[in-house]
């Protein structure tokens, strides 16, 4: 088993920065790749951002592109989202994913490749 436990959000003005951590603890050594939706109320979970251990690569929303960046620790098993520039439209709950065991064809804005889920940590963006 894997848990995954978020922390860093907050309520922050337009403009500002926030930097969101995942640290994943448990069965982690296979882990192929590991990063971050969230979800606006009333708004289905949309993809941000997710950093795969399998050459190094980095997936970004649109939306987040030039804004946010994906980085991880491997020392503490734990992945990191800078956020600069937030925007109101960036309130949301973010949720920390992992998906474990290589795949041939990643997409990693598919929520049903990730096998593990965090708790989700409220980032609030005030105008």
């Known amino acids: 088993q894997v848990q995954l436990v978020e922390s860093g959000g907050g309520l922050v003005q337009a403009g500002g920065s926030l930097r969101l951590s995942c640290a994943a603890s448990?069965?982690?050594?296979?882990?192929?790749?590991m990063g971050w939706f969230r979800q606006a109320p009333g708004k289905e979970r949309e993809f941000v951002a997710t950093f795969s251990w399998s050459g190094g690569n980095t997936y970004y929303a649109d939306s987040v592109k030039g804004r946010f960046t994906i980085s991880r620790d491997n020392a503490k098993n734990t992945v990191y989202l800078q956020m600069n520039s937030l925007k109101p439209e960036d309130t949301a709950v973010y949720y920390c994913?992992?998906?474990?065991?290589?795949?041939?064809?990643?997409?990693?804005?598919?929520?049903?490749?990730?096998?593990?889920w965090g708790q989700g940590t409220q980032v609030t963006v005030s105008s």
């Open positions: 994913a992992l998906k474990l065991n290589t795949i041939v064809v990643f997409t990693p804005w598919k929520e049903a490749l990730y096998d593990y």
């Open positions: 448990g069965r982690t050594f296979s882990s192929y790749a």
